[in-house]
């Protein structure tokens, strides 16, 4: 009896330790996600909105793909909410305004899922009180453009 509760434990432990390391490793698609939310945040950067509701409808067209689905349903609803609003509506001030909940909703994911070797820096604005993650160090504020491009800072580094 004891044999076969050590065997199960021991299969349980490989199995654990299988799926930490699939977590751990970042694909095509986490990617793919990251990538296009850079892509948003730089249209707003420019202040393009025209470019940021193309980029949100196509992160929720990715968000919303078989592939996507080894992320956590919630996370996966309430970025494909976020991003769909900011496809919805070609006002700037508006899509800055969703960003904000997009980019505290991507920064949950980019914690619990490895969306990139790279390291992802979420920078914080104090003016806007509101965050959003860049691939850089250097602060190019999505919430105001070229009024206050570089209002920011780094708060925290996702490694």
Do not use: H
Not at 98 to 124: C, G, H, N, R, W
Not at 130 to 157: F, H, Q, R
């Amino acid at each position: 009896m004891k044999t076969i509760f050590l065997m199960l434990a021991l299969i349980a432990t490989g199995f654990t330790q299988l799926s930490f390391a699939q977590d751990s490793k970042s694909t095509p698609e986490t990617q793919e996600l990251l990538s296009i939310y850079y892509n948003i945040k730089d249209a707003l950067v420019s202040g393009n909105a025209n470019l940021a509701a193309a980029k949100a409808a196509g992160f929720a067209a990715a968000a919303g793909s078989p592939e996507a689905k080894n992320f956590p349903e919630n996370s996966i609803k309430e970025l494909l909410n976020s991003a769909s609003d900011i496809a919805k509506t070609k006002d700037l001030k508006k899509q800055r305004e969703y960003f904000s909940d997009f980019s505290e909703q991507m920064f949950v994911l980019a914690k619990s899922a490895k969306l990139s070797t790279a390291p992802i820096y979420k920078a914080y604005c104090p003016m806007r009180k509101a965050a959003w993650l860049s691939a850089d160090a250097a602060i190019k504020n999505p919430y105001y453009g070229s009024a206050m491009l570089t209002c920011g800072k780094v708060a925290e580094t996702i490694k």
